[in-house]
C-alpha cells in the first residue's frame, strides 16, 4: 500500500449536529521520512468535546481553530514503523498529536513515547488528556479536601469518571451528574461514587439536595445546561467551581444564560475556566501525580470505541446525545 486515508476539515459549523459536508475525505501517498523525521502508523484516535472549538472560526481561543483544507485535528497512539530521528526509534510506541489520519510524518516535536503496559485504549482512556484534565482541573483548581463534597457534571464521560474516582480516593463525598440511569448506575456500583443525578430528571433540584445536605464545596463543570445553576446555588463558602467544558452550549447559536452572581459575592466562591493547552509543559508532573492512583486500581475506565476513520464525523455527535459510554477512541 502505498497511500493512506485522512480526513480535512473544510467548512466550520454553524449550529446543530456535525455532518460529513464538513470534511473532506482523501487519499494521500505514504511519505519517505528524512533526516530528524519518523513516521507513526496510527492504531487508536481520541475523539474529545474539544474538537468542537477547534472547528470553530473563534481565532480569540486558547488554541488557533483547524486551517480549512488541513487535517482535522486529534490526539491519539500509534507505531513508529519507520525512524531517521535519534530519539525514536521503528517500534517504538507514542502519543501525541497526530490528527485524523492513519499516518503522521513527523519530527518529534510533541509526541511522547508510551512504556506503561497497557493497551492503547486504556492508555488514551486514562493516561492522554482525560486524565491529565481531570489531574490538572481537580487539583489545581479543584483543591479536594478530605470530608468535603464534590459535585461533577458528565460523570460517565472520560473526564468526569476520572475526576470521581480521585476525589473519592482523597476522601471526598462524590455525587455524579449524568444522563441515563444506566450511566448512573455505572458510577455508583462500579466506580464508588456516593450517588448519581440524572440531568433529565425533573425533580433534579431536590434530588441534588437530597444528596448533598451538607451543600457542594467542589464543582467540577464538564456540560453546563440546567444543572449549573441548580449546582451553583447549593456552593458552600469558599466553594471552588473548575469550568472544563460547556457542551450543552457547543451545539447552539446562542449560549444559554448563565447563573446570577450574587451568590459568588455572598458565598467568596472561586470559578476558574482551564484549558490543557496551557498545561501541556506540566505533563510529566501531571503523569507523576495521576499514576499512583492507576497503580494501586483506583482508576477504572471504559471505552466507546469506533471502528474506522470515517466513524469519526457522525461519531462527534454523541457528545450531544450522550449515547457515548466511556471514551470515545477511533480504532483505525
Known amino acids: 500500500m502505498t497511500t493512506y486515508t485522512a480526513i480535512n476539515l473544510v467548512a466550520r459549523p454553524t449550529g446543530g449536529p456535525i455532518s460529513a459536508e464538513l470534511f473532506e475525505v482523501v487519499q494521500k501517498e505514504i511519505p519517505q521520512v528524512g533526516p530528524g523525521e519518523m513516521l507513526v502508523k496510527q492504531t487508536h484516535m481520541s475523539l474529545d468535546p474539544a474538537m468542537f472549538g477547534w472547528m470553530s472560526p473563534d481565532t480569540e481561543s486558547y488554541i488557533p481553530p483547524v486551517e480549512l483544507g488541513t487535517v482535522m485535528r486529534s ?26 489520519q492513519e499516518y503522521n510524518l513527523s519530527k518529534g516535536q510533541g509526541l511522547n513515547k508510551v512504556t506503561a503496559p ?9 493516561f492522554a488528556l482525560p486524565g491529565l484534565t481531570a489531574t490538572q482541573g481537580l487539583f489545581s483548581i479543584g483543591k479536594p479536601q478530605k470530608g468535603e463534597t464534590l459535585v461533577v457534571s ?15 480516593a482523597e476522601g471526598l463525598k462524590v455525587i455524579g451528574v449524568v444522563g441515563s ?11 464508588g461514587f456516593d450517588g448519581a443525578v440524572n440531568y433529565k430528571s425533573a425533580a433534579l433540584a431536590e434530588e441534588l439536595a437530597a444528596l448533598t445536605p451538607d451543600g457542594i464545596d467542589v464543582y467540577f463543570e464538564n456540560t453546563g445546561g440546567p444543572v449549573q445553576n441548580i449546582v451553583f446555588e447549593r456552593m458552600n463558602n469558599f466553594g471552588r467551581i473548575a469550568v472544563c467544558g460547556m457542551i450543552a452550549d457547543y451545539g447552539k447559536a446562542k449560549a444559554s444564560p448563565g447563573p446570577n452572581w450574587i451568590p459568588l459575592i455572598k458565598n467568596r466562591i472561586t470559578i476558574q475556566g482551564f484549558a490543557m493547552p496551557d498545561h501541556f509543559g506540566d505533563v510529566p508532573a501531571l503523569l ?39 471514551k470515545l477512541i477511533v480504532k483505525l
Open 75 to 100: 490526539s491519539g497512539i500509534g507505531e513508529v514503523v519507520a525512524s531517521e530521528h535519534a530519539d525514536f526509534k521503528v517500534g517504538d510506541r507514542v502519543m501525541g498529536m497526530l490528527g485524523w
Open 181 to 191: 440511569d444506566e450511566k448512573a448506575d455505572w458510577i455508583v456500583n462500579e466506580l
Open 288 to 326: 507523576a501525580k495521576l499514576t499512583p492512583y492507576v497503580m494501586k486500581g483506583q482508576i477504572k475506565h471504559r471505552a466507546h470505541v469506533l471502528d474506522g476513520l470515517e466513524s469519526a464525523i457522525t461519531g462527534l455527535n454523541l457528545f450531544f446525545t450522550g449515547g457515548n459510554k466511556g
Open 154 to 168: 458528565g460523570a460517565a464521560g472520560s473526564v468526569g469518571s476520572i475526576v470521581g474516582q480521585l476525589a473519592k
Open 118 to 126: 497497557m493497551p492503547d485504549e486504556a492508555i488514551l482512556s486514562i
